[in-house]
């Protein structure tokens, strides 16, 4: 695996870093995979680490290549800069998917809380779709019991109007051609249960394609519920919430195919010997002699 680190090019703090298998290897990676691009969570007001490069490694790990987003924060997220900035990652993927070995036709968009929403927002109102989406307790509504701070972030503005406020919510905004969806949430994240399953029933009206999973127990912001991302705490470790990276996998393989590999030897130590200038035919007529 290689990694890569891409500028956004007018926006100093913004960039895509990229987790590229390594089709160097001549194992099969250079079969055209799929790719996530991964937003993490924050309020729009940071970027967790949790839900970064943890997530990305653990689908790596599954043969996926994976693309961390890091978007525009705070008052620089006017005018809802983050999703022109997905927009700018998911093309430039595309654009580059022959040379890193992606498939074009399967790049996910993958968020966590906030990071859900811009994934969604990228899914449904972006110029550069990605294919499907993998959202992880994401808040699909920003006006929540009078809290107003995203929509003033992505607005712009200290007061937005209802209908400014009323465009970032995506539940309702979800038409026939929204992509394939996975979802996950728990019953104990009262702070996004209900989004999710609202966004669900938005997705089962237009009868589109959607993988959703309500885990019992577990607060707000989970990322893998392993150690690998806990950073510490015990409270977001569940080998039960666990299982939804590797349920993620399986139904994105389900929906799009998994990569198609050729039967060919994974041993290179004649080529090893060829290139050492060792005349491997003059050994073997020695052998017969």
């Not at 195919?257 to 994974?266: L, M, Q």
Request: proline share 6%; with cysteine; charged share 20%.
């Amino acid at each position: 695996m290689k990694t890569i680190q891409i500028p956004h090019p007018e926006r100093e703090k913004v960039t895509l870093e990229g987790y590229l298998l390594d089709g160097s290897l001549k194992l099969g990676q250079e079969v055209k995979r799929p790719a996530v691009v991964i937003c993490p969570g924050g309020g729009y007001l940071y970027l967790s680490p949790r839900e970064a490069e943890p997530v990305a490694l653990a689908y790596a790990a599954k043969g996926i290549h994976a693309f961390v987003l890091r978007y525009s924060l705070g008052w620089d997220a006017a005018g809802f800069a983050p999703l022109k900035e997905l927009d700018w990652a998911i093309g430039l993927i595309r654009a580059h998917a022959e040379e890193w070995n992606i498939d074009p036709e399967k790049i996910l968009a993958c968020g966590f809380s906030a990071g859900g929403h811009l994934a969604l927002a990228g899914g449904l109102l972006g110029r550069e779709k990605p294919n499907g989406l993998i959202l992880g307790y994401p808040a699909t509504k920003l006006v929540m019991d009078g809290n107003t701070l995203m929509c003033r972030l992505l607005t712009g503005k200290d007061e937005p109007t209802p209908e400014e406020a009323r465009w970032l919510d995506l539940a309702p905004q979800v038409t026939a051609d929204a992509p394939p969806m996975f979802l996950f949430t728990t019953g104990e994240d009262t702070l996004t249960r209900r989004m999710c399953l609202d966004l669900v029933t938005a997705y089962d009206d237009h009868g589109l394609l959607c993988e959703f999973h309500l885990f019992q127990k577990g607060p707000h912001g989970y990322s893998l519920a392993n150690a690998t991302s806990a950073n510490g705490s015990t409270q977001v470790l569940s080998p039960h919430v666990e299982k939804w990276l590797d349920m993620s996998v399986e139904w994105l393989f389900s929906v799009f195919g998994e990569p198609e590999f050729r039967d060919v030897s994974t041993s290179h130590i004649m080529d090893a010997m060829r290139e050492m200038g060792i005349d491997l035919d003059a050994g073997a007529e020695a052998g017969n002699a």
